[in-house]
């Protein structure tokens, strides 16, 4: 707050010297607009904005900036008609710079599709830039990533709501749009893989193993995507390849996970879970124990709950399946002691553990 109130106090300086230029008021008087709105003062923001948008004196780029100004003040109260209306004076303003055509479109493309959801009118606004006469067509090359990004947005929020069907004719229309840049290629393909995650999940939850594995080689052969989608779909096809006993063919696509470049430690944790998972099925608990020491060794910004799982796994395999409760006991209070971790401790497990070794002393 006092740095807010220090630049206010800076730009108002400036308004009160003698004769300002028409450029220095430009810049000073927007600067106190858009503290105002840091500030959520809108109605004083909107008034310095305001004052600009109507003096024809200055260059037609700063009363272009000022109703760019207003549309971002109104969209952050959610006044959307109000907004686009301070975007579109911007076309009524002559001689003004290209950039601010685009801006027109782009952002309110932006908000609508973005905090606000409202997707529909956010790629209205995308048809009209492409149908905008007075939009340069080297000021439209942005739409198309755009309008990828508000389809990942869209189908998105249709997973999370478990519409699934809307999610794939979000999807349809998302691969429709014609070469998407490199920017925009490895999110559309993470999108790819996780509604195929989801399809299988579904599939084996159903006990349809075979088109489970099915939609989970599809999400492992989707390229493009981060190491992060990558690895996960190369778990999921480990898992039910496991649980049809497929051990050879499971580890080779758990080894392909761990050989993922650029991984981050967490990711790393994760592998080690997984393979965790791979040797416990097949009742090789010395290696499933290894694997989750790996994640102890893990070094960098692991998240703590990792430890916190791994040692209470560890306990778990001791206790139930070595039946040695003695250090089962001393990996279950090191998971406790885990500081910072939110998920992986396991105090009915401890309570189980407690219970046989006072049982022992009896």
């Known amino acids: 707050m006092k740095k807010y109130d220090e630049a206010l106090e800076y730009y108002r ?28 003062k809108y109605d004083e ?63 309110p493309a932006n908000s609508l599709g973005g905090r606000l959801q409202r997707y529909d009118d956010a790629l209205k606004q995308l048809d009209e830039a492409e149908a905008s006469a007075v939009l340069p067509q080297a000021q439209k090359a942005w739409i198309k990533d755009v309008r990828c990004n508000i ?57 349809k193993y075979a088109e489970a594995e099915a939609s989970f080689r599809k999400a492992v052969e989707t390229k493009g995507a981060y190491a992060g989608a990558k690895m996960t779909a190369l778990h999921e096809l480990a898992r039910i390849l496991i649980t049809q006993k497929k051990y050879d063919e499971a580890k080779k696509y758990l080894d392909a996970a761990v050989a993922l470049p650029k991984l981050h430690v967490n990711q790393q944790a994760a592998n080690n879970g997984a393979l965790a998972d791979f040797y416990m099925a097949q009742k090789q608990y010395d290696d499933a124990i290894k694997a989750l020491e790996a994640t102890l060794a893990l ?64």
């Open 151 to 207: 389809y990942i947005s869209k189908a998105r929020k249709e997973m999370r709501e478990k519409k699934n069907a809307e999610a794939e004719k979000t999807l349809t229309a998302l691969l429709a749009v014609p070469d998407p840049s490199s920017r925009v290629r490895p999110s559309i393909a993470a999108l790819q893989i996780d509604l195929e995650l989801n399809r299988g999940r579904q599939l084996r939850k159903e006990r």
């Open 299 to 362: 070094s960098g910004p692991l998240n703590p709950s990792w430890k916190a799982s791994a040692y209470s796994r560890i306990a778990s395999i001791y206790f139930y399946l070595k039946k040695d409760a003695v250090k089962a006991n001393e990996a279950i209070r090191k998971s406790h002691s885990v500081p910072g971790a939110t998920w992986g401790k396991n105090p009915p497990l401890e309570k189980a553990i407690q219970k046989a070794l006072d049982a022992q002393k009896q």
């Open 13 to 40: 300086k400036t308004l009160a010297a003698e004769k300002p230029s028409p450029t220095t008021r430009a810049i000073a008087t927007l600067g106190i607009g858009r503290i105002y709105q840091f500030q959520e």
């Open 45 to 107: 923001a909107r008034k310095q904005f305001e004052a600009i948008c109507k003096d024809e004196t200055l260059h037609p780029n700063y009363r272009a900036e000022a109703n760019a100004c207003l549309g971002r003040l109104f969209f952050a109260q959610d006044k959307v008609n109000e907004a686009l209306a301070a975007y579109r004076n911007i076309l009524n303003i002559p001689k003004v710079s290209p950039h601010y055509y685009a801006v027109v479109f782009r952002e």
